[in-house]
Nanobody, 123 residues
Framework: VQLVESGGGSVQAGGSLRLSCSASGYTYSEYWMGWFRQAPGKEREGVAVINSDGTTRYADSVKGRFSISQDNAKRNLYLQMNSLKPEDTAMYYC??????????????????WGQGTQVTVSS
């Protein structure tokens, strides 16, 4: 399995970014995919997750600002981030897990990870 993130960058507070994750090498019929982030000195946290049926979950800190989606072929994952805040600054990772049911926001349930893309929000 290969997960490759892109779309990170530097933006001022209030701005927007769209992250993309290109996924390949898997044949799971049921899965969870998601975006996680880790700031320096902090634990990795779940930001938004989606399952193969399209069910989504969001961290409270990003509800109403971030939106997760996947394309029809379900090989690309996206995270639209609006109204960005300095506290959103972190390395953002894409993750994948063969699983069914409502997707989990806890990183320990995911086995496949990308290398990450940096998001920096300045005030």
């Amino acid at each position: 399995v290969q997960l490759v993130e892109s779309g990170g960058g530097s933006v001022q507070a209030g701005g927007s970014l769209r992250l993309s994750c290109s996924a390949s090498g898997y044949t799971y019929s049921e899965y969870w995919m998601g975006w996680f982030r880790q700031a320096p000195g902090k634990e990795r946290e779940g930001v938004a997750v989606i399952n193969s049926d399209g069910t989504t979950r969001y961290a409270d800190s990003v509800k109403g600002r971030f939106s997760i989606s996947q394309d029809n072929a379900k090989r690309n994952l996206y995270l639209q981030m609006n109204s960005l805040k300095p506290e959103d600054t972190a390395m953002y990772y894409c993750a994948l897990q063969s699983a069914s049911g409502v997707p989990d926001l806890r990183s320990r349930w995911y086995d496949e990870w990308g290398q990450g893309t940096q998001v920096t929000v300045s005030s």
